[in-house]
């Protein structure tokens, strides 16, 4: 298959980038072929048919790499198939539930209804305060989160495979886009 897909990421600590690569890696299995790369290396989406875009969240906002990316492309992904996600809350049970049914940044909101994505994704995330920074760790412990890596690796595959099934079922090729 000649798709090119590009999975974008920011990250601050490494899981979000692991997550972006599971992505990656189930859209290859699927013959696809995808790149995976932090925001600040994309210079050109023109060469992307498919962009899924995501990012850590923090304090409910994506990282500011994300959101400049995203505002920057805005034209272009309007073009494109998107999918975006976000990875941050930790815990046992239902993200959305966890974050009182928020999914996505209310201020990048109105951005996304312009690209009109196919699909937004909130995924957990992973509090290692051993990466943390004193500021980080004094907010783990004021909020009192939970602490560990709660990814769903078997989500975030499944959610990836039905980007692949979209892409592959439709037959979506260079001369072919769908919205």
């Given at each position: 298959?000649?798709?090119?897909?590009?999975?974008?990421?920011?990250?601050?600590?490494?899981?979000?980038?692991?997550?972006?690569?599971?992505?990656?890696?189930?859209l290859?299995?699927?013959d696809?072929?995808?790149?995976?790369?932090?925001?600040n290396?994309?210079?050109?989406?023109?060469?992307?048919?498919?962009?899924?875009?995501?990012?850590?969240?923090?304090?409910?906002?994506?990282?500011?790499?994300?959101?400049?990316?995203l505002?920057?492309?805005?034209?272009?992904?309007?073009?494109?198939l998107?999918?975006?996600?976000s990875?941050?809350?930790?815990?046992?049970?239902?993200?959305v539930?966890?974050?009182?049914?928020?999914?996505?940044?209310?201020?990048?909101?109105?951005?996304?209804?312009?690209?009109?994505?196919?699909?937004?994704?909130?995924?957990?995330?992973?509090?290692?305060?051993?990466?943390?920074?004193?500021?980080?760790?004094?907010?783990?412990?004021?909020?009192?989160?939970?602490?560990?890596?709660?990814r769903?690796?078997?989500?975030?595959?499944?959610?990836?495979?039905?980007?692949?099934?979209?892409?592959?079922?439709n037959?979506?090729?260079?001369?072919?886009?769908?919205?």
């Open positions: 298959m000649n798709t090119q897909v590009l999975v974008a990421y920011a990250t601050k600590h490494g899981a979000t980038a692991e997550i972006a690569e599971k992505i990656g890696e189930v290859r299995q699927a696809i072929r995808t790149d995976v790369l932090p925001t290396r994309v210079n050109n989406l023109h060469s992307y048919k498919a962009v899924v875009l995501g990012s850590a969240v923090y304090i409910g906002r994506w990282r500011k790499e994300a959101a400049k990316f505002k920057a492309n805005e034209e272009v992904l309007a073009e494109q998107v999918w975006l996600f990875s941050g809350p930790t815990g046992k049970g239902n993200p539930e966890l974050l009182k049914g928020w999914y996505f940044p209310p201020v990048l909101q109105p951005i996304a209804d312009r690209i009109q994505p196919r699909g937004i994704a909130l995924f957990h995330g992973v509090v290692d305060m051993k990466k943390s920074n004193f500021i980080e760790k004094w907010m783990i412990n004021k909020v009192k989160a939970p602490v560990g890596d709660f769903d690796w078997e989500a975030i595959s499944s959610w990836a495979a039905v980007i692949a099934n979209v892409l592959l079922e037959n979506w090729t260079s001369g072919t886009q769908l919205k």
